[in-house]
């Protein structure tokens, strides 16, 4: 008999142990991104920040190795533009923490615009399809919510929106840990 899938009890009880682990992890910070949303969203910028600056550096020397390349030049301009953001962001957080909600915002307005009229759409043919207008709506008011409160909710959207997925990520963790395999 071939059976397929993945056995969590079956397998080294190591599998759970590491499953709880993270996912007490995720859910302690979780918590304290929930708890401290200024911090976590200063922490978040400053990574993201760092991480251009990075990334931002490693194209600039790729555009500089590959000299033969026509868009080495092109390459060159976004590449060092990305790591000149992430040096602004580093020496002016409240900048990053700014134009990093309204991206998160425009996220939102425009995943709220698309899935109103995706519901729409396919209303004659789908039955579920004001689930999705309702997300839509809920999108849209979140964008709206935190737009009108702009730059004030810049300070703490960010730290609290990764809380939340960290928290959310955290207890799917400890779920899985906790249920038993079954065989597919």
């Not at 590449?79 to 998160?104: K, Q, R």
């Not at 709506?137 to 964008?143: N, T």
């Not at 609290?160 to 065989?183: D, K, V």
């Given at each position: ?22 996912g007490w ?30 990334w ?67 209303s ?21 919510i935190?737009l009108?409160?702009?730059p ?8 609290l ?24």
């Amino acid at each position: 008999m071939i059976t397929s899938g993945i056995h969590l009890r079956e397998g080294p009880p190591r599998a759970v142990n590491a499953l709880r682990w993270i996912g007490w992890s995720f859910v302690a910070l979780g918590a304290a991104s929930v708890l401290a949303p200024q911090l976590a969203t200063f922490v978040a910028t400053s990574f993201i920040a760092a991480a251009m600056v990075f990334w931002g550096a490693l194209g600039l020397w790729m555009s500089f190795t590959l000299r033969a390349f026509p868009e080495r030049n092109f390459s060159a301009v976004a590449f060092g533009l990305l790591a000149s953001l992430g040096i602004v962001f580093l020496a002016l957080p409240t900048l990053g923490i700014e134009v990093l909600t309204m991206l998160v915002v425009a996220g939102f307005l425009a995943e709220g615009i698309v899935s109103i009229a995706y519901g729409l759409r396919v209303s004659a043919r789908l039955r579920g399809w004001r689930w999705m207008v309702a997300s839509g709506i809920a999108a849209l008011v979140i964008g709206l919510i935190v737009l009108y409160g702009w730059p004030d909710t810049a300070t703490w959207l960010l730290g609290l929106l990764l809380g939340i997925n960290f928290l959310s990520t955290g207890i799917a963790l400890l779920a899985l840990g906790r249920a038993p395999s079954r065989i597919a």
